[in-house]
């Protein structure tokens, strides 16, 4: 994928780097705790810029770093998009638009950081869907619909006769 943009996209008249060499900066600069807010912004602005009206470079920066989908324009997100920001990194859920998320990715999110449970639409808030949350922090409790009551022996099983 690389290759194909380097190809297609030409490099910056002022710095001479390539749209991924700039995509990668931008990135380390933005997800670094340690940078300063202004230098964050600039960064941000120059990404959202980069981005604007170019699926290949939202392919290449979601395909570098999954979280980078939060900078991707709404109207150029797509289903493949939204899952390959979801391969890098579960992170990416709060990122993707409700219509393009599914069970699946929801659930394997979920796996991995039961937080994200906030993300996840209504209709999917399973039992499954929600112990699989429970399982990974006690805090995915803020988040379990009315109605939802998982015993702690579910938490634990995920067999529990009661509820089952």
């Known amino acids: ?30 997800l670094n705790n340690y940078s300063t807010s202004e230098c964050k912004s600039e960064k941000i602005k120059e990404l959202r810029t980069l981005l604007d009206g170019n699926l290949e470079l939202c392919s290449l920066a979601v395909g570098l770093n999954g979280l980078l989908l939060i900078f991707v ?15 890098r990194t579960c992170l990416a859920l709060g990122s993707v638009p409700e219509n393009f998320m599914t069970y699946e990715m929801c659930l394997n999110a979920m796996r991995h950081d039961g937080e994200l449970l906030m993300y996840v639409p209504k209709q999917f808030k399973t039992m499954e869907m929600c112990i699989a949350a429970l399982k990974q922090t006690r805090r995915a409790n803020y988040f379990i619909p009315f109605g939802v009551t998982i015993c702690r022996k579910c938490i634990r099983n995920s067999h529990c006769r009661l509820c089952h």
Do not use: F, H, Q, W
Request: hydrophobic share 35%; glycine share 0%; with cysteine.
């Open 73 to 87: 324009p709404e109207e150029m997100k797509t289903p493949e998009l939204c899952a390959l920001a979801m391969k």
């Open 1 to 30: 994928m690389t290759e194909l943009v380097e190809s297609t996209v030409e490099k910056c008249d002022i710095c001479e780097k390539s749209p991924s060499s700039i995509i990668e900066n931008c990135a380390k600069i933005i």
